[in-house]
Nanobody, 128 residues
Framework: QFELAESGGGLVQPGGSLRLSCVAS????????VGWFRQAPGKEHEGVSC????????NYADTVKGRFAISKDNGANTLYLQMNDLKPEDTGVYFC?????????????????????RGQGTLVTVSS
């Protein structure tokens, strides 16, 4: 069974930091691109960042460039998202998923030719 499980969300003041974690089971992050996505209340989900299996490519949404950093520990089969200088507009449910992460790509992997795995999400609230 393929699973992704996020943790690390919470309430933080503007300007603060959080580190999200996503543990994969049933498959290896050595073999698949993965990413972070978020959904704010009343909005469609948007791509935040992704990283390829080889780690040669990382993509970021323009809204988080310079503030967020994606990384992974293949030995622990865990994906991370370090979020700094958080803003109220960063509020939302953050989930990890297998991803399409080629040049200019930042979307969940969907379709029969891909492994589709998505976590349940962790809530990040940025508020004073």
């Amino acid at each position: 069974q393929f699973e992704l499980a996020e943790s690390g969300g919470g309430l933080v003041q503007p300007g603060g930091s959080l580190r999200l974690s996503c543990v994969a089971s049933g498959f290896s992050l050595n073999n698949f691109a993965v990413g972070w996505f978020r959904q704010a209340p009343g909005k469609e989900h948007e791509g935040v960042s992704c990283i390829t299996a080889s780690e040669r490519t990382t993509n970021y949404a323009d809204t988080v460039k310079g503030r967020f950093a994606i990384s992974k520990d293949n030995g622990a089969n865990t994906l991370y998202l370090q979020m700094n200088d958080l803003k109220p507009e960063d509020t939302g449910v953050y989930f990890c998923a297998t991803a399409l992460c080629g040049p200019g790509e930042l979307t969940p992997a969907t379709g029969r030719e891909y492994l589709e795995v998505r976590g349940q999400g962790t809530l990040v609230t940025v508020s004073s």
